[in-house]
């Protein structure tokens, strides 16, 4: 079975740009999240997009959103990029079957942005 | 809050010792504890998870779990320089989806 997959996987803007990002899950796998990775900050969690709706929201300004289409394939976008979203942003599916607490996700290779 | 809290390392060891990675949470409601590796520049890869107290082994792996003091801990037997990575602890609150990470712990393993 396929991993979970992204596009672009590096990517270079600069200051004040937009960029969007996509996401392809595991092939079942109805639940997308969202990460943004840096050295200072560890893992912090953007979203999660569940049935085309966003279920869970992270702290983060509303540049930063996203949304998922009926195939569970999600893209997440950052308007007005700043120097401080140059970041590893990865991408996670879970199965999410009803209330089972014993849900894994699944990390994607990562898009490497760097706002310059 | 939940939170999650790992020593960042780095911790060093021998090849062919075993590491000892600790990690404890705040949520007495957790239910689900995972282990991700991550090597330098990738993204983190699932190599354990635990539901019930006590041990779990997979090849030179063992997860612990210890609900009543809220730790959980991957011991890594016949370290290996491959085993070189930082190791991420994830817990997952029942009812929830959204696992909390804790920052890592870096593990060097030297010949």
């Known amino acids: 079975k396929a991993g979970v997959t992204q596009t672009p996987r590096y990517l270079i803007k600069t200051r004040g740009q937009q960029v969007t990002l996509s996401c392809s899950p595991i092939?079942?796998?109805?639940?997308v999240s969202w990460y943004q990775q840096t050295p200072g900050q560890g893992l912090q969690f953007l979203f999660e997009y569940f049935s085309e709706t966003q279920r869970n929201k992270g702290n983060f300004p509303g540049r930063f959103s996203g949304r998922q289409f009926s195939n569970s394939r999600s893209e997440m976008n950052v308007s007005t990029l700043e120097l401080g979203d140059s970041a590893l942003y990865l991408c996670a599916s879970s199965l999410r079957v009803g209330q089972g607490p014993q849900e894994t996700q699944y990390f994607g290779p990562g898009t490497r942005l760097l706002v310059l | 809050q939940k939170e999650v809290e790992q020593n960042s390392g780095p911790l060093s060891v021998p090849e062919g010792a075993i590491a000892s990675l600790n990690c404890t949470y705040s949520?007495?409601?957790?239910?689900?504890f995972f282990w991700y590796r991550q090597y330098s520049g990738k993204s983190p890869e699932l190599i354990m998870s635990i539901y019930s107290n006590g041990d779990k082994e997979d090849g030179r792996f063992t997860a612990q779990l210890n609900k009543a003091s809220q730790y959980v801990s991957l011991l890594i037997r016949d370290s290996q320089p491959s085993d070189s990575a930082t190791y991420l602890c994830?817990?997952?609150?029942?009812?929830?989806?959204?696992?909390?990470f804790g920052r890592g712990t870096s593990l060097i393993v030297h010949p």
């Open positions: 949520d007495r409601g957790s239910q689900s």
């Open positions: 994830a817990v997952l609150s029942g009812g929830s989806y959204i696992p909390t």
């Open positions: 092939s079942g796998h109805r639940s």
